[in-house]
């Protein structure tokens, strides 16, 4: 009861303050700007704030975390329309969606998919920021209890998880993670300095961006394979032939897959590291597991729609814990956000929430209103985007070419990262032929470095024992988890077979 006498007249404030109307413009304005952001390959929240601090130096500190909330928010959802509608994910986080979004739009129901993703992401965008208000303090001790062995550990679980995004060919699934693992080591060694698979080519120093990678082989390797399969492709795109909602049935698949997806992306993302991607790799298997059909996954599953959206939108609430609570950000969007506050002579932490109540509690709040200003800004407007479908493939491929080329160039303005995402379209195109899933492909490489990072740094502690990772109890459950995903199907499938 105490907590909620401190909860309820700080929140008020925090409303009171979200609700004056500049700060309410900034929030529509914030909404507005992110979902177009996420729609656009190559572009992402991060790149975002970080191009509009200098714009807001001398704004309100309140205004400006009100506008970066919403942009943060507003991608995570917009990374959604582009995946589902031309298989062309605007964020790496939006992968899984155009799985079955994709599949879903060629049946002639883009609709219900687009709805389902704009609802799951207000459930879970809403929940994450409940969560975020209530549960910061024990969350954010929760992660601290994690060490490098307990997040190597975690990284093999989710690298597991993905086995079964490859159907009924496990082996392919496992040689598109280790072509991902291969992408993540290209640079720089941190510890040693040496440079590794750059072939002589000062741009890949630096390493493969995710960006990069997931552009190249989505959105470039998708305009390559129409061009190369073209002439046995159908003519005419898919135009919408199922209603522009969710039908009762479409109801019922869905709501438990936004409520699975809302826990896993929160608690998720609240760990330094793990972020969207894992959290929406994460959620599509748990709803594959856990489904009567898992059949129709990779063929126009709802649910792997609706789970992974709302993992993605739950994840960006959970990384804003660590990042108010103890300064420390969860992803790649909350260390500019951290940036953006010493900016403004801020320090987040404990003391920010005494200090800076104002800021803190207008910035939770505001968080409300852009999930509501996204369910309001993205239902109406549908049909509209499903409309895009009518375009001739040829202009839609072409201008899905134009803006990843545009969007990779704003990166680093670098022509070399263009060539790299060209590349990498090419090498998308022959995976695609063999069979082989992209998508394992991407989360090696989002995982690879860190996998890596963690495990060299667990063993450099514990002297080079390899049992660091069966002594801690967390790590060794992990790790325990991980083995069962990959000794259990099988097995159960030859006692299925012998009864």
């Known amino acids: 009861m105490s907590s909620l006498s401190y909860l309820l007249p700080q929140l008020g404030a925090g409303f009171a303050s979200a609700l004056v109307p500049t700060n309410l413009l900034l929030g529509a304005v914030g909404v507005t700007v992110g979902t177009a952001i996420g729609v656009l390959p190559g572009l992402g929240p991060a790149l975002t704030i970080s191009l509009l601090l200098p714009i807001t130096f001398g704004m309100d500190p309140v205004g400006a975390f009100i506008l970066f909330g919403g942009i943060y928010y507003g991608a995570m959802y917009g990374g959604s329309t ?6 062309m994910p605007g964020e790496a986080s939006s992968v899984m969606t155009a799985v079955d979004g994709y599949v879903m739009t060629r049946r002639g129901r883009a609709g219900a998919a687009l709805a389902t993703a704009a609802i799951g992401s207000f459930v879970a965008g809403t929940f994450a920021t409940v969560m975020l208000m209530l549960l910061a303090p024990p969350l954010v001790e929760l992660s601290l209890g994690f060490g490098p062995a307990d997040y190597a550990a975690l990284m093999v679980l989710a690298l597991t998880s993905v086995a079964g995004l490859s159907g009924a060919n496990p082996a392919r699934g496992l040689l598109a993670i280790f072509v991902g693992l291969a992408l993540g080591t290209v640079g720089i060694d941190v510890q040693t ?6 072939m002589g080519m000062p741009g890949l120093l630096g390493g493969l961006n995710v960006v990069l990678v997931t552009v190249g082989l989505f959105a470039v390797g998708e305009v390559f394979w129409h061009a190369a399969t073209r002439l046995d492709a159908p003519t005419g795109v898919t135009r919408l032939d199922g209603p522009a909602r969710l039908t009762p049935s479409e ?16 608690f998720t993302g609240v760990l330094p590291g793990a972020g969207a991607t894992v959290a929406s790799f994460l959620s599509y298997d748990v709803e594959r597991r856990v489904s009567k059909t898992p059949e129709e996954f990779g063929e126009g599953a709802i649910e792997g729609v609706a789970g992974p959206e709302a993992a993605n939108n739950a994840s960006a609430g959970g990384s804003l814990v660590p990042l108010l609570a103890l300064g420390v950000p969860g992803s790649g969007t909350t260390a500019v956000m951290l940036a953006a506050f010493q900016m403004y002579g801020l320090q987040p932490g404990p003391l920010l929430f005494s200090q800076e109540s104002e800021l803190v509690w207008g910035l939770i709040a505001s968080l409300y209103v852009s999930n509501a200003l996204l369910l309001l800004l993205n239902l109406p ?8 479908l009518e375009v001739p493939p040829a202009l839609l491929y072409a201008a899905v070419l134009a803006l990843a080329t545009v969007g990779v160039y704003t990166l680093n303005s670098s022509l070399f990262d263009v060539g790299v995402v060209y590349a990498l379209g090419l090498v998308a195109v022959v995976l695609r032929h063999q069979e082989i899933p ?9 995982l690879g470095p860190l996998l890596e990072q963690y495990t060299r740094r667990a063993l450099a502690i514990a002297d080079g024992d390899p049992t660091v990772f069966l002594t801690r109890p967390l790590s060794a459950a992990l790790l325990g988890l991980a083995l069962a995903l990959v000794v259990l199907p099988p097995l159960v499938r030859a006692i299925r077979t012998r009864i």
């Open 251 to 266: 109801w019922r698949r869905s709501m438990p897959a936004w409520g699975r997806g809302t826990l896993i992306g929160f």
């Open 438 to 446: 992209l998508a394992p492909v991407v989360l090696g490489a989002v």
């Open 381 to 388: 407007l549908i049909r509209l985007w499903v409309r895009l």
């Open 193 to 198: 300095g040496q440079a590794r698979f750059s």
């Open 82 to 87: 582009t995946s589902i509608l031309v298989r």
